[in-house]
């Protein structure tokens, strides 16, 4: 299919890698406006000559520039968040430090950019918000991922209460919850458990390992469902959490 999102204006977070990139590529694949942010300038050409019309800078804890550029774009018909990042640790390894910043940018961005975005979907009367949570806190526990998790599950009830908040005046709200993806965040973390077990390999084998297909996810697997629920496909979904997770909850 093509087209899918034609006419639309897209304003996405976290643009830059994993399943914010691989997202704006495809909203702009089918049709899409997409206006991609992200505070890694460095990514922004690699956009641009794939498609996307506007690249910006922005952190997506920062609600003062995130309500400019809603003055700015004015309504949008999809907002996507896929802002976020991995803590590793138990409760006892987290200090306040990682609480704020895991919740401020997991949980807070998306409150910021809901905010500031959804007074004009409403204005225009509807509009699709897309939501990257986890199935990490959203369906069950992994070891090691305390904060991250509880940021989650607050993200699957975040958007429930917009789901249903304003479920009478056009607006749709819903969330992927994936299994463990492919992505430049997962290297990262690869790495660092491969200096605590003996090697990458071995690291990469038990995040394997915990997928039931056998696989890692990719990123563009997880855009698929994101154009999904960005698209009028999807018009008869809202508070729903999708969950492609390779089978990491059976």
């Not at 899918?4 to 495809?26: D, E």
């Not at 609480?99 to 225009?124: C, E, Q, Y």
């Not at 390992?209 to 999904?228: D, F, I, K, N, S």
């Not at 018009?235 to 059976?250: E, K, Q, R, V």
């Amino acid at each position: 299919m093509a087209d899918r999102l034609k006419g639309k204006l897209a304003f996405c977070t976290a643009s830059g890698a994993g399943i914010g990139r691989a997202t704006a590529l495809a909203f702009a694949r089918e049709g899409a406006r997409v206006v991609a942010s992200d505070i890694n300038d460095a990514a922004f050409d690699a956009l641009r000559q794939a498609g996307i019309a506007e690249c910006i800078r922005l952190d997506a804890r920062d609600a003062k520039a995130i309500e400019a550029q809603a003055r700015r774009l004015g309504p949008v018909d999809i907002l996507f968040n896929a802002a976020g990042f991995v803590h590793h640790g138990t409760v006892l390894d987290c200090t306040d430090a990682d609480w704020d910043f895991a919740f401020d940018l997991n949980v807070r961005s998306m409150h910021n950019t809901i905010k500031a975005f959804l007074p004009g979907m409403l204005a225009k009367g509807g509009g699709s918000i897309v939501n990257i949570a986890s199935v990490v806190g959203a369906s069950k526990a992994a070891s090691n991922r305390y904060v991250y998790g509880a940021t989650k599950a607050a993200v699957v009830g975040l958007t429930k209460a917009v789901a249903l908040d304003f479920i009478g005046k056009g607006i749709r709200c819903n969330c992927i919850c994936p299994g463990t993806i492919h992505t430049p965040s997962l290297e990262a973390r690869i790495k660092a458990l491969g200096r605590e077990v003996g090697g990458e390999e071995k690291a990469r084998a038990l995040f394997i390992a915990r997928q039931p297909m056998g696989r890692l996810g990719t990123a563009e697997e997880m855009a698929h469902v994101a154009v999904y629920l960005a698209s009028d496909e999807s018009a008869y979904m809202t508070g729903s959490s999708i969950t492609p997770d390779g089978g990491f909850t059976l």
